[in-house]
C-alpha cells in the first residue's frame, strides 16, 4: 500500500481567499483523485489529477474553482479558490492501484473552514 | 438508480456482538470490492477488500460478495469499542471507482 502525506492537515480561511493542498505519495502511482467529504457525507470526487495533462473535473466542479497540478507521478495540489463557507469540508487525496488488484488509498485528509 | 446503496445507520450495538454491513450495487461490471472504515476526523483506511464472489475473512472481520444477487456484506465478530467508525463500502471496475455513502457504527462497551 502506499503512504500519503497532506499538507496542511487543517485550516481557517476568510471567505474571498485561496487555499492550496499538497498531497505527497511515497511511490509512483498512476491515477491520483482529490474528494471532498462535507461534514456526516460520503466522499464526493471532484476531479482525477493527470500527470502531465489537465486534470478530470466532475460534474460540478469546475477548474477555476479547483485548478488542480500534478507535476510528476508522487505529487498533486488542489487550490480551493475564491472560498466561501460552504467550502468547509475535509479534503482527502487518494491514489489507485490498478493491475491485478484495483483499489483506492486515501491520504489522512484536509480540514478547511471558511469564515 | 444510485450505483451504491448503503443504509446510513447510524448502528448501536452493544460490545461483543456481530455486526453486518451491507451494500447493493447496480452495475454488474463491478470487480473489486473493498471495505472502508473511517474514524472521526480521520482519512478512509482499507479495511478489506475482496476480487469477485466469494468470501474473506481477516481476524474478526469477513467480507462477502454475492455477485449474482449484486450485495456485499462486512461481518464484525466480537465487536469492541474501538471499532466504533463510519464504514464506506466501495466497488470498481474498468477503473471507475463508486463508493457508498458509508454506515456509522458506535459499539457501546
Known amino acids: 500500500s502506499a503512504v500519503i502525506s497532506q499538507k496542511p492537515s487543517r485550516d481557517i480561511c476568510q471567505r474571498g481567499t485561496s487555499l492550496t493542498i499538497q498531497c505527497q505519495v511515497d511511490s509512483q502511482v498512476t491515477m491520483m483523485f482529490w474528494y471532498r467529504q462535507q461534514p456526516g457525507q460520503s466522499l464526493t470526487l471532484i476531479a482525477t489529477?493527470?500527470?502531465?495533462?489537465?486534470?478530470?473535473?466532475e460534474s460540478g466542479f469546475v477548474i477555476d474553482k479547483f485548478p488542480i497540478s500534478r507535476p510528476n507521478l508522487t505529487f498533486s495540489t488542489l487550490t480551493v479558490s475564491n472560498m466561501s463557507p460552504e467550502d468547509s469540508s475535509i479534503y482527502l487525496c487518494?491514489?489507485?492501484?490498478?493491475?491485478?488488484?484495483?483499489?483506492?488509498?486515501f491520504g489522512p485528509g484536509t480540514r478547511l473552514l471558511v469564515l | 438508480q444510485k450505483e451504491v446503496e448503503q443504509d446510513p445507520g447510524p448502528l448501536s450495538v452493544p460490545e461483543g456482538a456481530i455486526v453486518s454491513l451491507n451494500c447493493t450495487y447496480s452495475?454488474?461490471?463491478?470487480?473489486?470490492f473493498m471495505w472502508y472504515r473511517q474514524y472521526s476526523r480521520k482519512g478512509p483506511e482499507l479495511l478489506m477488500y475482496?476480487?469477485?464472489?466469494g468470501n474473506k475473512e481477516d481476524g474478526r472481520f469477513t467480507a462477502q460478495v454475492d455477485k449474482s444477487s449484486k450485495y456485499i456484506s462486512l461481518f464484525i465478530r466480537d465487536s469492541q469499542p474501538s471499532d466504533s467508525a463510519t464504514y464506506l463500502c466501495?466497488?470498481?471496475?474498468?477503473?471507475?471507482?463508486?463508493f457508498g455513502t458509508g454506515t456509522s457504527l458506535t459499539v457501546i462497551p
Open positions: 475482496t476480487y469477485s464472489s
Open positions: 452495475n454488474s461490471a463491478f470487480q473489486y
Open positions: 489529477a493527470n500527470q502531465g495533462s489537465e486534470a478530470t473535473y
Open positions: 466501495a466497488m470498481s471496475g474498468g477503473n471507475q471507482f463508486y
Open positions: 487518494s491514489v489507485a492501484s490498478l493491475g491485478p488488484l484495483e483499489t483506492q488509498y
